[in-house]
């Protein structure tokens, strides 16, 4: 017996919304459901089980946004394997946005029409593909190089002085552009870029499809409880794809191609690159095993029944009915009338102030968290001198379940009191007041630019040269790139450059350079020890995390009261239009353009650029104040955006109620002073 054969029959005892039918099934199957052992082993099915499938759901979902998350978690890693700027690796973080927005609309149109289970199951096949897209590059380019005073399998020479006539100054960074190194920099980045439009195609059905398909079949009683697991699986996936990074940036990127006793590296070193690709792995792993049971659940299955009344009162069962007729209507449009229908929709929703001031708000807010989100690693790495593994660990252990506090605090707040749509703009407002008030703080709280010679620090020594001219006669590779911290105090970019022409080496490690004639230590020659000196203020870490944290939290209480001012300020049939309207603006107008404003303004800050091909690479030292005050400027310039905009929807909402309060007041006319009572008591005005 097939599936449907098994739902014609779990369905026997049933009729719309769990009525029984006037036939005799119904007494057979009252005694019993499943009279032999067959059919009973169908009616046990897990397919035909809606609580079976918001599992399978919650696992997709969570695999889904660790392949998103996790790219974010390693963006740095993968500016300084590949070279990219900042501008380019937040085009490539927000391309999926490309994908997704061209297909989101018709989500609505076709939300009945097809196999939703099957389509679901055909997404995250994509999204599978897309994650292993993105690990691709890894594989079809040669080893990871980077200039060393060592020399071993990746160089024949070594990075320390070396007077003309004594040495050879080929060392790796002034090596010749091959061909094939400059069409490799392009084929890795059409990879990523196809990946990321594969994956938010793939991403496009499996949200909406999966939540309309439970709140057809789910009951009226557990729905909202699926749903609410579902929506906190999209806050904690991010949190767990950030873990994910900091586990897998803890090891080498050739973790496949090098022996161990060949890395020369250490996770704190600036030349590290961490096996960024190994996450996307694993995450696309997920994804393609959460893809198979959706192709085993079938287009419908019995509504599912608790004890106790589903719907108690008349006036919810009317309400209901009228809902479904209006959506009903929707479905029977065909595409051609859904075309021409949309754009009135959208004029009509876009008309309305307050739905309009609030996608606004949330347009600033998910452009701030889009920016925030990319490239929050790379500023606590900057800043802080952090690996790249730590600073995921704090994002992913502290911001974002900061963020998921403020949610449910916001929503708990929100069903406590039952605000009226006022009273939740207020509270927006309230919160987005006291996080601009912790957030602003935070632009002083950080580093200055490290002291690094010839780059940000010019300074005559006892020898009376710079550091950039006593190191002439050394012969230094133009492009070298191999940080070491002097005696002085000052960061050197390579041991040439301080003019060091010995090495002192233990079980193939280096631990200290000495005879370096552009560092002086009481009057005589200095000596320096491999990586960077990194920042002297890590003491402003933990109150940074803290007013961080704190700021994320107030902002998210703003998140479900917004969410409720969309949903209750609009037409009821308007309301699936709205929200895919809504997310089609958050799409095109935050996601999409955020990662790469922030990009550009990190890019203005850079002081040094790595020279690949006789273009520019990746930065190698950026002016820390310059770099604090543009990206968390415009942080603050996103929220003081929202604030304003949370602010002008609690007048035009004041002076609503007061225009409703005075009409009737004043009105004689019966029935224009009841209709004035019941919108200022409506129903709709309390959440």
């Avoid at 289970?117 to 994650?131: D, K, M």
């Avoid at 190194?181 to 990946?195: D, G, K, P, Q, S």
């Avoid at 209006?326 to 075309?339: A, D, G, K, M, Y």
């Avoid at 703003?558 to 089609?584: C, N, W, Y």
Wanted: charge should be positive; proline fraction near 5%.
């Amino acid at each position: 017996m097939g599936l449907r054969a098994a739902i014609a029959f779990c369905r026997g005892s049933q009729g719309a919304g769990g009525q029984s039918r006037p036939d005799r099934m119904t007494s057979t199957a009252t005694k019993s459901s499943c009279p032999d052992r067959s059919r009973k082993a169908l009616c046990r099915n897990p397919f035909l089980s809606i609580k079976f499938f918001v599992f399978c759901h919650g696992l997709l979902q969570l695999s889904q946004l660790l392949v998103s998350s996790y790219l974010k978690s390693s963006i740095s890693t993968i500016e300084k394997r590949y070279g990219l700027s900042s501008k380019t690796s937040g085009l490539l973080a927000s391309f999926n946005e490309v994908g997704n927005t061209l297909l989101i609309v018709f989500m609505s149109y076709f939300g009945s029409r097809v196999h939703r289970p099957r389509f679901i199951g055909c997404g995250a096949i994509l999204v599978s593909l897309a994650g292993f897209l993105m690990s691709l590059p890894h594989f079809i380019t040669g080893p990871y190089e980077y200039d060393q005073s060592v020399a071993s399998v990746f160089s024949n020479t070594t990075d320390l002085c070396q007077p003309e006539g004594m040495g050879s100054s080929g060392n790796l960074s002034d090596s010749i552009c091959a061909p094939h190194t400059a069409r490799e920099n392009h084929e890795v980045l059409l990879v990523m870029f196809i990946a990321q439009v594969l994956l938010g195609i793939g991403g496009v059905p499996i949200q909406p499809f999966g939540i309309s398909y439970i709140d057809d079949f789910a009951s009226e009683r557990n729905s909202p409880l699926y749903l609410g697991i579902l929506f906190s699986l999209t806050v904690v996936g991010p949190g767990v794809g950030f873990m994910l990074g900091s586990g897998m940036l803890r090891f080498y990127v050739d973790i496949d191609k090098v022996a161990g006793d060949e890395v020369l590296l250490t996770n704190k070193d600036p030349r590290w690159v961490g096996a960024w690709w190994l996450g996307f792995l694993v995450a696309a792993s997920l994804v393609a095993v959460s893809a198979v049971p959706y192709f085993f659940f079938p287009r419908e299955m019995p509504k599912e029944v608790t004890s106790g009344k589903e719907i108690s009162s008349k006036k919810s069962k009317d309400v209901l009915r009228q809902l479904r007729s209006r959506s009903e209507h929707v479905q029977n449009l065909s595409l051609l009338q859904f075309i021409k229908y949309f754009p009135v929709v959208l004029l009509r929703n876009l008309r309305h102030p307050v739905y309009l001031l609030v996608v606004l708000a949330q347009v600033n807010l998910s452009a701030m968290v889009a920016g925030l989100a990319t490239f929050m690693g790379k500023f606590l790495e900057r800043q802080f001198s952090l690996t790249a593994s730590f600073a995921n660990m704090i994002i992913g252990s502290v911001n974002i379940p900061g963020a998921m506090v403020g949610i449910v605090v916001g929503g708990a707040i929100l069903k406590r009191f039952q605000m009226s749509l006022k009273q939740c703009s207020a509270m927006c407002v309230l919160g987005m007041l006291l996080c601009l008030i912790l957030a602003f703080p935070l632009v002083f709280l950080g580093c200055p630019t490290q002291k690094v010679a010839g780059v940000t620090y010019r300074e005559s020594s006892e020898f009376g040269h710079y550091a950039s001219e006593c190191s002439i006669q050394c012969n230094c590779p133009r492009k070298a790139y191999n940080p070491i911290c002097g005696s002085d105090g000052i960061e050197y970019i390579s041991p040439c450059y301080a003019g060091c022409s010995a090495v002192s080496i233990a079980n193939n490690s280096v631990l200290n350079y000495t005879n370096c004639i552009c560092i002086s230590e009481n009057g005589l020659v200095g000596s320096a020890k491999p990586g960077t000196c990194g920042t002297s203020c890590s003491h402003l870490l933990l109150p940074f995390v803290v007013l961080s944290c704190l700021a994320g939290i107030l902002a998210s209480t703003s998140h479900t009261p917004s969410f409720m001012l969309i949903l209750r300020s609009i037409q009821p049939e308007d309301k699936s239009f709205a929200v895919g309207i809504q997310f089609m603006l958050l799409r095109v107008l935050a996601w999409m353009p955020g990662p790469v404003l922030y990009g550009s303004a990190i890019d203005t800050t850079c002081i040094l650029w790595e020279n690949k091909c006789d273009r520019k690479a990746s930065c190698r030292y950026y002016d820390n104040n310059l770099f604090r005050q543009r990206y968390l400027g415009l942080q603050f310039f996103f929220e003081v955006g929202a604030s304003l905009c949370f602010v002008m929807v609690y007048v035009i909402l004041r002076r609503q109620e007061k225009d409703a309060s005075n009409v009737a007041e004043t009105t004689t006319d019966p029935e224009k002073k009841k209709l004035a009572e019941n919108s200022r008591k409506s129903p709709e005005s309390k959440v």
